[in-house]
Structure formats: structure tokens, C-alpha cells
């Protein structure tokens, strides 16, 4: 009689299973996991998945531990009736626990599924509306993106060698003015800037908004600003990184993005610095400090004892800054004006810039040969700056 009742019991305990929940009522439940903190929502979805997984292992130890309780008193087929009866009551009182453990771990199994979906599709969302047109895959895609105010048109403008507008127009040179105005987040839309010097290969800026604003949120930027999409993202911010500069980049690491981070405004931290140090006086530049300084480096000239001093400094707070995000990749320190260009890592940031653009055109041209094994058509190479050039003048 006994067993007749275990195998009742568990029939009734896999059509419960089976049955599941309303999913709807689940999913609602997991949402104040995903929401609890504002702009973190991958990062609460694998915390939520994390969590999940846990509960579900302890629900399935639990599980375990009773289906063993039940198979115990199973066996006692030689007690006496009045020990059987009270093992059936227990059974039945196990059994009740049993139903509400796998309920519990239906629910868990159903939010896991849901959260995995919610994370595919965050990952594998599509590209933004600017983004889809027939000409982004013929040329390389970079953007500059960060905080605002971090002077990312500025950067735009010097990466170009954009000295100012009014240079620009008086050149001749075909391309636009990324618009900058002082202590302004000018940039509300992305922006193309086209780059038309020093590269082998046709090379588009892009000017992004900065996220953490009311009209761009981090929450979803780099979904709405399609930045898996662009070859390169140039990570810019012109004070420590903050906590949503380094989910973003954390965001650029799961999703395999190329990417490089640049403290912009390092001048004006080390103005602040030497003088607070008595090295510099009100009236004194340390960028015209510092590049006298390297000046004589470079021609091997013996620096004064104040220079010394200074170099000595710079060195010192430049890895002292460093440290302040432990974590991050490796950093650009630099002054986006063009004047500057010629000091701080400026150069060294465009000499990367430069190598990860050939790195990806020999990515681009792999796979257009892969392409051309497997159906015997390519896509069109990548054009040079010299058809570039001659395709503006014909425009």
C-alpha cells in the first residue's frame, strides 16, 4: 500500500512539475533584481542569473535530501502497521515539501530562461539608424564616446589636424568642423567627421553624445549608439573613471570591441598639481613647462635642478594617475588641443589608433577572402585615401 501511494505521489509531483507557473507572474517577480540599481542592467541581469543558479542548486539539494527520506521509509516493509502508517504520514507531509521545492525550481528554471534571453538579445541587438546604410562596411567606423564635456570634438578636430574652423576653411581640406564650445555638451546626435590625412585607408570619426545625460542615459547607450558595430571605440574622460565609464568598458570587453581609454584635460590636473606643489606660479604653463623640458631630452641637453624636479614630478603623478582606476586598460593621458599635440602621450595615442585601423583592414580582408572561397564573389576592398580624394572632388 505504501509504495502504491509513493507512486501516486510522485505522478502527482511531475504534472505539478510539468505544469509550471503563469510566466508572466515569474518574469514580474525578477524584474526588481534587474531595476534595483538605475543604468546597471546587464550587470543586475548576470547577477540575477548568478543568484538564480544558486537557488536552484539549493532547491535541488533539498530535493535530493528528501527523495531520500522517502526512499528510506520505502523500504521499511517488515515495521509494523503502526509504524507504516505513521511513515506514510510522514511521506505524505515529505511529499507536500516536495511539491513546493520543484514549484520553487520551476520558477527558477523559467526566470533563467528568461534572463538568457534577455541577455542575447543585449548582446546581439542591432545596429543604430545611422549605422545602417551600405557604406559603413567600406570604411573603418571609429568613435569617440564618454562622459560629457570630456572634449571629445575637441580630440575629433586634432586627431584630423584641425588646428580651428577658420584654418580648416581657408585650407581647402573637404571635410567638416566637429563644433566645440567650452565647458558645453555640444554633441546631441552621433556625428560623422571624415578623416582625410595619415591613414592608408578610409577612416571615419565619430562624435557621439556623451551617456549619463538626460537625453542619452547610460542605461541602453551602447544598444542605442550600436557600438559593437564600430571598429574602434575611443573611451574618453577628462577626470578619474567613474563608475559608468567602467561598466561601459566592461560592457566593450564582453562584447569583443576594440577599444581605448583617454584621459583627456591631464594639463589642467597637473596645473593644479605643480602649483599646488610651489613648482608653478599662477602666470606659469606646465604644458610650455613640459615641453621645454622634452625639448631638451630630445637633444640631450642637461635639464636645470628646477627641471629635474618637475620632470621628476611628472613622471610620478602621471603613475600615480594610473593607479586611481585599478582595472582599466592601459591610458592615453592627454591635452585634445591641437597645440598640445606635441606633448603628453598625444602621439603615442595615434601611433595605437594607426595600428589597430591596418589591424582591422587585415581582419576585414580575411574574412572577404573567406567569403570569396565559400561563394566565389567578395565585397569591394576597402577604398584608399588617394580614391577617397578622388571621389570628394567629383562630389
Known amino acids: 500500500m505504501l509504495n502504491k501511494l509513493l507512486i501516486l505521489l510522485q505522478l502527482f509531483l511531475i504534472s505539478q512539475y510539468n505544469a509550471g507557473g503563469d510566466k508572466e507572474e515569474i518574469v514580474n517577480e525578477v524584474d526588481p533584481k534587474l531595476l534595483s540599481k538605475n543604468g546597471e542592467y546587464r550587470q543586475n541581469i548576470q547577477n540575477a542569473q548568478n543568484q538564480s543558479i544558486e537557488t536552484q542548486e539549493s532547491i535541488q539539494t533539498e530535493v535530493n535530501k528528501l527523495q531520500g527520506e522517502i526512499d528510506k521509509y520505502s523500504t521499511s516493509l517488515n515495521e509494523s502497521q503502526e509504524t507504516r502508517t505513521q511513515h506514510a504520514t510522514q511521506v505524505i507531509e515529505i511529499s507536500q515539501k516536495l511539491k513546493e521545492l520543484q514549484a520553487s525550481l520551476e520558477k527558477e528554471l523559467t526566470i533563467q530562461k528568461w534572463l538568457k534571453t534577455e541577455a542575447d538579445e543585449l548582446k546581439d541587438y542591432p545596429r543604430a539608424d545611422f549605422q545602417q ?15 560629457g564635456r570630456a572634449g571629445k570634438s575637441t ?26 564650445q ?22 571615419s570619426y565619430w562624435d557621439l553624445p ?4 538626460s537625453l542619452h542615459p547610460q542605461d541602453g547607450y551602447l544598444r542605442k549608439m550600436g557600438l559593437k558595430y564600430f571598429d574602434l571605440v575611443i573611451l574618453m574622460t577628462f577626470d578619474v573613471f567613474k563608475d559608468g565609464d567602467l561598466q561601459i568598458m566592461t560592457e566593450l570587453k564582453n562584447n569583443d570591441i576594440p577599444f581605448v581609454m583617454v584621459r583627456n584635460k591631464v594639463d589642467e590636473t597637473l596645473q593644479f598639481y605643480f602649483q599646488d606643489e610651489d613648482l608653478l606660479t599662477d602666470e606659469q604653463s606646465i604644458n610650455k613647462c613640459i615641453r621645454e623640458i622634452y625639448k631638451k631630452i630630445d637633444k640631450k641637453e642637461e635639464l636645470d635642478e628646477n627641471q629635474t624636479q618637475m620632470h621628476e614630478k611628472y613622471i610620478e ?19 585634445a ?33 573567406e567569403l570569396m572561397n565559400m561563394t566565389g564573389t567578395a565585397k569591394p576592398p576597402i577604398p584608399d585615401l588617394e580614391d577617397n580624394k578622388i571621389r570628394d572632388e567629383n562630389i
Open 317 to 335: 603623478k602621471l603613475n600615480s594617475l594610473r593607479t586611481e582606476n585599478p582595472g582599466t586598460e592601459h591610458l592615453y593621458f592627454i591635452s
Open 210 to 213: 556623451g551617456y549619463g545625460t
Open 337 to 369: 588641443f591641437h597645440q598640445n599635440q606635441d606633448i603628453y602621450e598625444t602621439l603615442e595615442l595615434a601611433k595605437k589608433i594607426k595600428k589597430l585601423v591596418g589591424e582591422n583592414v587585415l581582419k576585414r580582408q580575411k574574412k572577404d577572402q
Open 182 to 203: 567650452a565647458g558645453e555638451e555640444t554633441t546631441l546626435v552621433a556625428t560623422k567627421y571624415k578623416h582625410d590625412r595619415d591613414l592608408e585607408h578610409e577612416v
Open 155 to 180: 580630440f575629433i578636430n586634432t586627431m584630423r589636424d584641425i588646428k580651428d574652423e577658420t584654418t580648416l576653411i581657408n585650407s581647402g581640406r573637404k571635410i567638416a568642423f566637429a563644433k566645440v
Open 133 to 147: 546604410t551600405p557604406k559603413w562596411d567600406k570604411c573603418i567606423q571609429i568613435c569617440v564616446t564618454g562622459s
